[in-house]
Nanobody, 124 residues
Framework: QVQLVESGGGLVQAGGSLRLSCAAS????????MGWFRQAPGKEREFVAT????????RSADSVKGRFTISRDNAKNTVYLQMNSLKPEDTAVYYC?????????????????WGQGTQVTVSS
């Protein structure tokens, strides 16, 4: 099985940037399509972005298009989420997930492995 560990979260003012990292161990990250999800208190887990195994195809939620970019470096066993122009409504726990299936999904229940999450707080 693969283990995933997120890092890079923190407190930032609106308009600022953060880069989240998700490091994999136990299995090569190249075996999986990857996704980022987020969950705010009292809300359902929300799709953020997904990337295929090679990194050649990405898809992101409408709420983050133009601001967030998902990428991966399979040689480093790491997937990233670059977050720019952050807004208070981006505040949430952000989770990295790995999918054994061929296509990257926007549904959280279709992912097989999850990281512990990292808190992102955006102040106004």
């Amino acid at each position: 099985q693969v283990q995933l560990v997120e890092s890079g979260g923190g407190l930032v003012q609106a308009g600022g940037s953060l880069r989240l990292s998700c490091a994999a161990s136990g299995r090569p990250l190249s075996n999986y399509a990857m996704g980022w999800f987020r969950q705010a208190p009292g809300k359902e887990r929300e799709f953020v972005a997904t990337i295929n195994r090679s990194g050649g195809s990405t898809r992101s939620a409408d709420s983050v298009k133009g601001r967030f970019t998902i990428s991966r470096d399979n040689a480093k066993n790491t997937v990233y989420l670059q977050m720019n122009s952050l807004k208070p409504e981006d505040t949430a726990v952000y989770y990295c997930a790995a999918d054994n299936d061929l296509s990257g999904s926007s549904w959280y229940w279709e992912y097989d492995y999850w990281g512990q999450g990292t808190q992102v707080t955006v102040s106004s």
